[in-house]
């Protein structure tokens, strides 16, 4: 049973900088996409991020393109969320996700694997 662990979160100020990690156990995700969603309060988890374990496509929400990097160590295992110029709206506890697609367009109840989340909170 594949396991996700985050870790990464904190506060920031607006404009400043939070890298994110997820690491997998228990089971092989070098053939599955890997990525992220998050979920600010009373909201829907929202869609952030995710990389193919294919060829490395990125793909990534309109609100957090030029600002957010994902990104894949080379065993495959483990995965990152470099956030720049974050903005109080970035606020959110951000999960780790790992399934053999996520995209955009993917309904996050039926992704298979989650992490349990890490806070991020942007202050001004």
Do not use: H
């Amino acid at each position: 049973q594949v396991q996700l662990k985050e870790s990464g979160g904190g506060l920031a100020q607006a404009g400043g900088s939070l890298r994110l990690s997820c690491a997998a156990s228990g089971g092989t995700v070098n053939n599955y996409y890997m990525g992220w969603f998050r979920q600010g309060p009373g909201e829907e988890r929202e869609f952030v991020a995710s990389i193919s374990w294919r060829d490395g496509s990125t793909y990534y929400r309109d609100s957090v393109k030029g600002r957010f990097t994902i990104s894949r160590n080379s065993a495959g295992n483990t995965t990152y969320l470099q956030m720049n110029n974050l903005k109080p709206e970035d606020t959110s506890v951000y999960y780790c996700v790992a399934d053999r697609v996520v995209l955009p367009g993917n309904f996050w109840r039926l992704l298979d694997y989650w992490g349990q989340g890490t806070q991020v909170t942007v202050s001004l």
